[in-house]
DNA sequence: TAGTTGGGTTTTTTT
DNA sequence: AACCCAACTA
């Protein structure tokens, strides 16, 4: 009996077909990550491979990790060895060794959309673009764009001859490629792209992972774009032993570049090419998998592939139609809470799923409403928050001088009188004498019409200096507390910020991250901790293990499964969205399509669709048909009835005597150096009151339905932390987003944290 | 220079 | 509805 046993004979032939490359084209629910890590442990155990020799690149730093434990499962030895990760982490981790060669430091710093966009600003001011008529969104885009298909600022120079907006766009190119170099930058996009650059330019560094990569796996490749399959392509083109794992029907990532051609076309590029299919499907049960197939067929542009299981039917899917987007959002709520209480799942089961962010809002009020633990994937990205972009921005300017977008994003933070004037002058100096920004904050005294604002420059660089000098001596921990200390930048927090308790401890959570990560790295440095923190998506921090409801986008849902899955707003308009509707390119359509498809796939034992009449948009109210995909689902698999009650009139009635809807609309902006007590009063208690009502109310549920808290210790219980050793769980508090947990530690003392992020463990 | 106000725009999806 | 930005005022 060996590990391969339990594999069908296709998943048998994709692990035992190593040599040559290799399309394996695996349905939803297929076993595909199986497979995978089948293979891995295959090569390592039949084959000899040393793990030294294979690359497995994912999607998600979540993917990736999983992919190595279970690989770790299988085999036991060797698999941290392995290079497993996602495109942009590889090619990182290659550049930073290498970047030299192409005229950067080897320290470069990742930019972020909200980085571009500020290198942006400058440019179109520069360049006297009218942003009016060309917006920095959409001059990014179509950057981005290029380089997803390795078209050079040069090449883009040469296309755009007669075409005046394609000229603007090219000028602005060039000099945004110019301004990063300058700054010792990279955007996403240039990690690919700078990588496929140096291996062209360097044979020999190409020629040395060539033949460091002899096996090489890529997971999700219905999602690579045209500059990811070009580095593929180089890094495999010596042993030729290639395996491409993807779903032409899951391929929802057009709007970032994928390329679906890639795997289209990869018999074409590859005729010696084994082709198998995984079709079995082991995850939903029949009805939903009828469903799906149904409406992926309309579609044209397809491998063609159908999904069979040998699952029994299953109960019909629901459809239901209400009003309004509340009642929809009530509904899925309640419905989730009736199947707690009735013992047919338990909060970690269910996922709802809904097409735009924006979706999130109304189905979180009414989970916090009926007491429902749940965890909103997306949105706000934890390293988006200003608190948090400031800190890092610190960090940076730290760790790279030359990187103006953090200098200048903290020059003035906390407030230092340091004006834009000023900063107008500074720059034009730094131009002039071709210098970083930094460079020339260092030297005022040279810097003409300067006056009075020259020795408010000087204490700043006076800081940075000396951080700089103390950081290998007193290490990230010792580091970031004393920039908070010595900036007051929690006291900046309180003087001008709305909720400043919650942005504190936020800071304080990106102190447990640094404390986590210097204990889980040999060697950490500044710049490696900036680079992990750039390169996490959100969905790297759900833990599955949590007893919760997850929300989240259907893009964030491709390769997750739940057993009930909810998917919300299926109007058209909405889901197709209206951008979609009125496309005249089919491809369009079609993409939102394979969405829908990946939308019902996720779905084990069972899946309800639900729209709504009308809901607002952009604060107006809109009418909505059903969604097409709706009416694409064979009548007979559908169950349509009405929405019967499942509670007691008075039950629902106190439920919705808790909603937000009273809540008064007030400003959010931060005040005029507010008095910190009276805004507290003003503003805080509607929203701490809602929060005090959630605590009750998760209490009440715990008693009555008997749901666990979600986490696996809870209060008076002794837990450990990677650095802060052993403690006493002291209040555990529900947050939106989390547990706030506050632990006495018998030798650190007292902390709050955030649950996902601390890792406590039950001792 | 800092803070206020009013007007205009929007992301649909993210490494 | 929420956010961002430019123009205006103290």
Redesign the pocket.
Known sequence: MSIYDTLNDKQRMGVETTEGPVLLLAGAGSGKTRVLTHRIAYLLEEEGVSPWNILAIT???KAAKEMRDRVDRLVGYGSEQIWVA????TCVRILRRYADRLGYDNNFTIY??DDQ?SVM?DICKKLNID??MF?E?AILGAISSAKDELISPMQYAMDAFGDFQKRKISEAYTEYQNTLKKNNAMD??DLIVKTVELFKSCPEVLAQYQNRFRYIMVDEYQDTNTAQFELVRLLAEQYRNLCVVGDDDQS??K??GANIRNILDFEDTYPEATVIKLEQNYRSMGNILAAANAVISNNRGRKGKKLWTAESEGSRLHLRQFDTAQEEAAFIAEDIRSKNREGEASYGDCAVLY????QARLLEERMVVLGIPYTVV?GQ?FYGRKEIKDVLAYLKTIDNGRDDVAVKRII?IP?????????AKVQAYADAQEMSFYDALCRTEEIPGLGK?AAKIAPFVTLIQGFRSKVDYYGLEGLLKDLIQMTEYEEYLKE?EEEPEDRIENVQELVNKVITYEAEHDQPTLGEFLEEVA?V????NVKDDVNRVLL??L??AKGLEFPHVYLAGMEDGVFP????ITSDNRE?LEE?RR?AYVGITRAMKDLTLTCAKSR?I??QTQYNMMSRFVKEIPDELLDRSKPKPRFSEEEVISAYSHTFAQRP?YD??????PKPKETATAVKPFVSQGIGDLNKIVGISKGIGGAKSGLEYGVGDRVSHIKFGEGTVLSVQEDPRDYKVTVVFDKAGQKVMYASFAKLRKI
């Open positions: 999607f998600t730093n996602t495109f942009h982490a972020d959309t966009k600003k942003t009016k917006k969104r996403f996009d929802i990532y709007f970032r097409r735009t962010n924006a997306g990205n003035n407030k230092r009188g340091i004006g834009s004037t000023s900063i604002a001008n390169l998506a959100e969905i790297d989240m986008t893009h964030s969205s209206y951008m979609n369009d939102e969405l607002m952009h604060g609309v959010y902006r931060p005040k005029a150096v």
